[in-house]
């Protein structure tokens, strides 16, 4: 039976941190998920904080550390480091991002045609953050026949006095659909071919230059911007954004589409990488369906696989399993939420009220605050405070109770401090072991 | 709306099926009508219905005579409008808990009605439902049917313009005028704008459904109507091929129609106050479970994408049973009624159609046509069960693989896929555009089933608020329908969010919730939908003084 220092269950932001942290400080870890995150669904960028009349996000998480039940009040220490921490494996890894906790929360555009708040972001998205100069055009360009991106309703979106807060957005939006070689006639192309398409060197020469011709001929010279679909390339992104800018007359930054999100997928394999290069071993496809309790202490973590169950031996369990969306959490028939693999007490409003509210309802949802309590080193508590769960047990990212990431703009840096502390929590008793044999066989066997 | 028809023989009131079916009738025989709507065509009852085109097989034992109309008008509507039914057939099946007696009597029940019903061995019935409970110990083959509300409101008011009438959505009636016993006008109101327009019609005739009461009530005449409300649950998948029906006397959750990719169980029955009442208890829905799985013992275990509630429109005959006479919706007749309010109540100039079944839509029509010429001093006879409804294709019924195949024989062509779930197509899409003019993406979705298949518009929704977007001309502010236009896609957006949440609410645990969280989260999250944006930009506006 392979055994681990730690086991980390969940692929989203905050299983990756967590396996990352562990993995870089030496500890055997394991990070088992049974599918892709909120990274594949969500934008790429990095959600620490924002609120209304909050003009940085360092001002923004103050305020929410400010309520006793946020989980900023027991991570704003760690947020700082945290991000610093993760940014620069980023960077390491080729996934620079831009913009700070101090930097101001602007709108940037997306492909509705709104505007979201947003401070940190990868650097193919960085044009959007700077503040619009007087003078300055936004050109909404993308692909003919692509069925996730259009220009024409963004532009008129962009344009309504409201989308940009009432701050300057750009002068002038013009929408602009170019013909790509071959886009047209590829059906249903989604944005991951089109991303592949744009790692094909003569492919993005032809179409860089459809989209300079296009410009030309449409009158939309500078100065300004353009807002592309994000799928400049999966794997050879940074040669294809480099070659973007400079072929470009305006200035390009990407605008997030509907899932599969390429940004997110670049965000998932740079951490993904970091983490085999650190010696951690990750492995999604099946569920956890088992946690071995002995004496008060988790021992063991079984998941699902083929013939049997797949048991890793182990003493330190990070839940990183989010919130509803993730499964971390799952709704009842009886209008209860449960907590599905030690069935930790759930944080929730009264059972069945929440299904009288619509979710985009303004003002929010009662479920978004649900979650499971923790005490200050992320252990599970229950409603009065008191320990719950085995011991052993650490809670981190959306899975934490009392945070509404969609309105708060909190979800990913509540992941990477809460990833990156509960792996500090952990203090391996030697040195970095050999690395632990393949699972494969394990799970054959 | 270019020229309006404002001195029509006839107003129909109420575009769900027996009226756009009635304006059908009315106007092959000659006369020029005008059809409104307080709400675009399909939304009442007939859109909210559980898409059964009965046999008659579930009426045979306590209303033969609802049983016989039935089929008759199962065989008609199969000849005039082929291409809004899939021929599924259907089956009655006795489990363990079904009395003996009604499973006896219900084949010979069924040949006295005129249907036809073939007994099959439960071996091979299993064969070809395995879903189906193994428990079941008899069953027999009905011609029961699903049928398309929508396309077929649709083609019978195509046809009734072709034949020179007219029909206007979104407008309610609001007050109706008397000179003594005779109507004399009757005001209707433009729910998108509020202006109001004045009809002088020769004749009303009232297909207000189980709003029939609260129309009669506009012109001074009493008519109880008793609102059956009931609720259906749609799963993500067709867990059979057949419309399945336990050999029972009728009761809640013991249908199961197999509709387009989906299968709705249904139904409850409740009686209620107020027709608008459609609010759907998870009690309900926890109700139609427990007995649905004495058909499809799996059914927990599937999922459930939605529930919805439509609402009967049961009429009390108080001649026949005091106010108080029953509690029990079932006990109601199905059967449909022409009231005379002049031989009734004294008031000239106006009918109500009331009660029946969205089967037998097209007889309602005809007799309450031939009320309506009788009053008119005309003979016309009636020629809609004769002649095919336009745009029915051949008269092949239409099939799940439909769409696909037809996308296919086009050889793909232009035929981006909007929705993947209900094969809908960009091209399809733009026709109905172009037909219809400005309107809510939910329009859309009846129109073209856009957004009703297992991910229920999670994905498609945008992409139909962006081809509404590129169509408006720049600059443009269109009068649209209430919740939505193409002039503020994002408005249209949310609006249709929200609207489909009602039905998830209800149903939203397991892998449901998670769905309905995911589809929040990408819209609210990653594209700023309203939530936070808009908190944003309140704030930000408040601070920058006012922007109009
Ligand atoms: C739960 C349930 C399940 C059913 N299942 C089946 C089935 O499987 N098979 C079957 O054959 N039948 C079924 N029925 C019955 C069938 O749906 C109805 O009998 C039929 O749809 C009634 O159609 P209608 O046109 O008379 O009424 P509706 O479709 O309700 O039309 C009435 C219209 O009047 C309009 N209106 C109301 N007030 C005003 C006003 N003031 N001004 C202008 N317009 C107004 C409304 O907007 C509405 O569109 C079911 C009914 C229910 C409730
Ligand atoms: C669609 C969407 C949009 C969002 N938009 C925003 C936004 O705009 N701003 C913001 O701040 N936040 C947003 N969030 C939230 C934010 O993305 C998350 O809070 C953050 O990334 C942290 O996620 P997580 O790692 O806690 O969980 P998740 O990313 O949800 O990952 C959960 C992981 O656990 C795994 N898992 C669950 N149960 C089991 C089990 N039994 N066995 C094995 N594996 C299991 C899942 O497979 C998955 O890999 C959004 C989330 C979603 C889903």
Redesign the pocket.
């Known amino acids: 039976m392979p055994s681990a220092d730690a086991v980390v ?9 967590a396996t990352l942290a562990l993995a870089e400080a030496g500890a055997r870890v394991h990070l ?8 594949h ?3 790429g ?1 990095l ?3 924002a609120l209304p009349r909050a003009v940085t996000v360092r001002e923004a998480v103050a305020r929410l550390a400010d309520d006793a039940r946020h989980p900023y009040a027991i991570l704003s220490d760690a947020l700082p480091p945290a991000l610093e921490w993760i940014r620069g494996m980023l960077q390491h890894e080729g996934l620079p991002y831009v913009g700070t906790i101090d930097g101001p929360v602007v709108p940037v555009p997306t492909s509705i045609g709104a505007t ?1 708040p947003a401070a940190i972001l990868p650097a193919a998205q960085a044009a959007a953050l700077r503040p619009w100069e007087p003078g300055e055009r936004l050109v909404v360009c993308g692909p003919g026949g692509f069925k996730d991106y259009w220009p024409h309703a963004i532009a008129r979106g962009l344009r309504r006095a409201g989308a940009w807060w009432g701050s300057a957005g750009p002068e002038r939006v013009d929408p602009l659909v170019v013909e790509l070689p071959g886009v047209r006639d590829r059906l249903n192309l989604d944005a991951i071919e089109l991303a592949r398409l744009f790692e094909e060197p003569g492919w993005r020469w032809d179409a860089f230059a459809a989209i300079r011709r296009a410009l030309i001929i449409g009158g939309l010279d500078g100065p300004g911007r353009m807002a592309l679909p994000a799928v400049l390339g999966l794997d050879d992104h940074a040669a294809v954004l480099a070659e973007a800018t400079s072929e470009l007359p305006l200035e390009p930054f990407e605008v997030p589409l509907m ?1 599969p999100s390429v940004p997110g997928l670049r965000l998932y394999r740079a951490l993904r990488a970091a983490i085999v290069r650190a010696g951690g071993r990750v492995q ?1 496809g ?4 088992r946690i071995g309790v002995r004496d008060g202490r988790v021992v063991e973590v079984a ?1 699902e696989a083929a013939a049997r169950q797949f048991v890793v031996r182990t003493d330190m369990l990070i839940m ?4 509803i ?4 959490l799952v709704g009842h028939p009886d209008g209860t939420l449960r907590e ?2 030690l069935d930790l007490p759930v944080e929730a409003p009264p059972a069945m009220s929440w299904l009288a509210r619509e979710p985009l309802a303004a003002g929010g949802h009662p479920l978004e605050a649900a979650g499971i309590r923790s005490d200050a080193e992320l252990r599970p508590v229950d409603a009065s405070g008191r320990p719950a769960g085995p011991a052993g047990v650490r809670i ?5 109770a009392g ?1 509404r ?2 309105r ?8 990477v401090a ?2 990156w502390l509960a792996a500090g929590a952990h203090r391996p008793s030697a040195p970095r072991r050999d690395a632990p044999q393949s699972l494969a066989g394990e799970v054959a066997g | 709306m270019g020229e309006r028809m404002l001195t029509p023989d006839v107003l129909v009131i109420g575009g769900g099926a027996t009226g756009a079916g009635l304006l059908r009738d009315l106007a092959r025989r000659g006369l020029r009508c005008l059809l409104v709507d307080r709400s675009d065509f399909g939304t009442g009852t007939s859109g909210r219905y559980h898409g059964l085109l009965h046999s008659g097989g579930r009426y045979v034992s306590k209303d033969p005579s609802a049983a016989r109309e039935c089929i008759v008008e199962n065989q008609v509507l199969r000849r005039i409008a082929a291409g809004c039914i899939e021929d599924t057939g259907g089956i009655f099946v006795a489990t363990p808990d079904d009395p003996d007696d009604y499973v006896d009597a219900f084949p010979g029940a069924c040949a006295a009605a005129g249907i036809d019903c073939d007994e099959i061995p439960v071996t091979e019935t299993l064969r070809r439902e395995p879903a189906l409970s193994p428990a079941i110990r008899r069953a027999f083959r009905v011609p029961d049917a699903a049928l398309e509300p929508w396309q077929l409101i649709e083609a019978n008011l195509a046809d009734a313009r072709a034949h020179g009438a007219d029909a206007w959505p979104y407008q309610r009636v609001v007050a109706i005028q008397r000179d003594g016993r005779r109507i004399s006008g009757v005001t209707v109101r433009d729910e998108r704008s509020g202006a109001s327009t004045r009809v002088v019609p020769r004749m009303i005739a009232s297909a207000a459904g189980a709003w029939a009461g609260q129309v009669a009530a506009l012109a001074g005449v009493e008519l109880m109507m008793s609102p059956g409300k009931g609720t259906m649950i749609v799963y993500n998948q067709r867990m059979t091929d057949t419309v399945v029906n336990r050999c029972h006397p009728p009761g809640d959750g013991d249908i199961m129609v197999p509709v387009h990719t989906v299968a709705i169980l249904g139904t409850t029955e409740e009686l209620v106050e107020d027709p608008d009442d459609d609010e759907t208890s998870s009690d309900e829905v926890q109700a139609l479970i427990n007995e649905g799985e004495a058909l499809f013992p799996a059914l927990r275990r599937m999922r459930v994408l939605r529930a919805y509630t439509g609402v009967r429109p049961l009429y009390r005959d108080p001649a026949v049973q005091g106010p108080e006479a029953s509690d029990d919706g079932r006990a109601i007749s199905r059967s449909h009624i022409i009231l005379d309010h002049e031989a009734r109540d004294g008031v000239e100039g106006l009918i109500s159609i009331v009660g029946g079944k969205l089967t037998t839509y097209r007889l309602m029509a005809e007799q309450a046509a031939n009320a309506v010429c009788a009053k008119l001093g005309m003979s016309e006879p009636c020629t809609t069960a004769g002649e095919p409804l336009p745009g029915m294709g051949d008269s092949r019924a239409h099939w799940l693989g439909h769409r696909l195949a037809e996308h296919e024989d086009r050889g793909g062509g232009d035929a981006d896929l909007i929705c993947e779930c209900e094969m809908v197509t960009r091209a399809m899409l733009e026709r109905f555009l172009d037909r219809r003019g400005p309107c809510s993406i939910d329009d859309i979705r009846r129109g073209t089933r856009l957004g009703m298949g297992p991910c229920q518009g999670g994905f498609c929704t945008f992409r139909a608020a962006a081809i509404m977007a590129e169509r408006a001309p720049d600059g443009h502010t269109d009068r649209a329908a209430p919740g939505g236009s193409a002039s503020d896609p994002e408005g249209a957006l949310s609006t249709f969010l929200n609207e489909r949440s009602k039905g998830t609410r209800a149903v939203a645990w397991g892998r449901q919730l998670q769905e309905l ?6 819209y ?3 594209m700023g939908l309203e939530g936070s944006s808009s908190e944003h930009g309140g704030e930000a506006t408040e601070d920058h003084g006012a922007v109009s």
């Open positions: 269950v969940g692929a989203g932001l905050a299983g990756l941190s088992l998920a049974k599918g892709h995150a909120s990274t669904w969500a934008s960028g959600d620490v904080a979201r899932p999604i099946q569920a956890v369906v998941m990183a399993t989010g919130g969306a993730g499964g971390g599905p693999l981190c990212g959306s899975l934490l945070q990431y969609l708060e703009r909190c979800g990913d840096g509540v992941a809460s990833g | 969280w995911m589809v929040t989260g990408i609210v999250g990653v």
